[in-house]
């Protein structure tokens, strides 16, 4: 038993440690790796075992115990086994995989997973063990099914974010860089980090704004980087009663359409939406490269429009209000007396 277990340890280290390099992957050294001491255990276990059944001299009361050790011994290397195999399967995976795909999920997940199947392993070859020395293992097994409902319980708030930030990640509504806009909390801003708990939102005004996945996952959110860069930005002027509509229509779109930032092959448009109090409302449209500019363009675009209006004698009226004041004659006052 000696001599096999030495020699597969020199078959693995040289031999096929050797052909492995040729690869181009390392999931063969993560697997030689997670096989090589376990079997050379599994091997001297074997030849032990082997070696006691020779001897007639060792009382039969003896053997189940012997039998119960040899069973945890074999327990014991399986569990090394397949935890080494996890971990390195793990370590190729972030090392390798995860990088080249598309989705963030394995990269934010990867540790988690590992850290579950783990627990996973050491939970089943703990109740194996128990089960092969007679103990009673159905009332573990609730009191663990209580125990996990307890911590459920007590951190139902992080577990509803850890569902919600794997669901950001599968579904992809928005990834890191992207400008998002948050409707029910009123923030806006560029996604820094997508974590397993929260998501980092750098505001314009350079402040880290950190928003539960709990949160997002059940609100609205505008995505201004999806599909592209490119963003519609729109104003309302108000001209006075009375104006020539085409005219004032012609002039706004011209001012617009003469100014350096605009995409001239799309639209610019000016729309007579509404009759206001004091004013005939218009919204006028046009489309920017970049959503980033959003707010400097609109503040060029009320300058430009501005500008525009009072060259050609447009009136941009301000909100007013006429008060008809009513003195009764001197009848009534008789009247009412």
């Known amino acids: 038993a000696v001599g096999l277990s030495w020699l597969s340890h020199t078959i693995l280290a040289?031999?096929?440690?050797?052909?492995?390099?040729?690869?181009?992957?390392?999931?063969?050294?993560?697997?030689?790796?997670?096989?090589?001491?376990?079997?050379?255990?599994v091997i001297l276990a074997l030849g032990l075992d082997l070696a006691l059944g020779v001897f007639t001299t060792i009382p039969a009361s003896w053997q189940p115990v012997l039998d119960r050790l040899f069973f945890v011994g074999y327990a014991l290397i399986a569990f090394l086994f397949l935890f080494r195999l996890i971990d390195g399967l793990g370590t190729w995976y972030g090392a390798e995989i995860a990088h080249k795909t598309e989705t963030q999920v394995d990269d934010q997940f990867l540790a988690l997973f590992k850290r579950i199947a783990l627990l996973i392993l050491t939970t089943v070859v703990i109740v194996i063990v128990l089960g092969r020395f007679g103990v009673e293992i159905s009332a573990l097994v609730t009191t663990l099914g209580i125990g996990s409902l307890a911590v459920a319980l007590a951190a139902q708030e992080t577990l509803r974010d850890m569902f919600a930030?794997?669901?950001?990640?599968?579904?992809?509504?928005?990834k890191v860089g992207d400008r998002v806009e948050l409707l029910d909390i009123n923030t806006w801003g560029d996604v820094q980090e997508i974590g397993v708990r929260s998501t980092r939102i750098r505001t314009r005004d350079n402040r880290m704004v950190t928003v539960p996945n709990a949160i997002i996952g059940k609100g609205l959110v505008v995505n201004y980087s999806d599909p592209d860069t490119v963003y519609r930005v729109e104003t309302h002027v108000g001209i006075a009663y009375g104006t020539d509509i085409?005219?004032?229509?012609?002039?706004?779109?011209?001012?617009?359409?003469?100014?350096?930032?605009?995409m001239q092959d799309m639209r610019i448009e000016a729309l007579f939406l509404e009759f206001g109090d004091s004013a005939l409302i218009f919204r006028v449209r046009c489309w920017i490269e970049h959503y980033v500019e959003t707010r400097r363009i609109i503040d060029k675009m009320n300058t430009a429009l501005y500008h525009a209006l009072n060259d050609a004698g447009i009136a941009i009226p301000f909100p007013q209000r006429d008060l008809h004041i009513q003195t009764p004659t001197?009848?009534?006052?008789?009247?009412?007396?």
């Open 330 to 337: 001197l009848t009534t006052l008789t009247a009412t007396s």
């Open 165 to 174: 930030g794997f669901t950001i990640l599968v579904d992809r509504s928005f």
């Open 246 to 262: 085409e005219q004032a229509r012609q002039v706004m779109i011209a001012a617009i359409r003469a100014e350096p930032w605009v």
């Open 14 to 41: 040289r031999s096929v440690r050797r052909f492995v390099r040729r690869t181009d992957t390392h999931l063969d050294d993560a697997l030689i790796r997670a096989i090589r001491r376990p079997l050379q255990l």
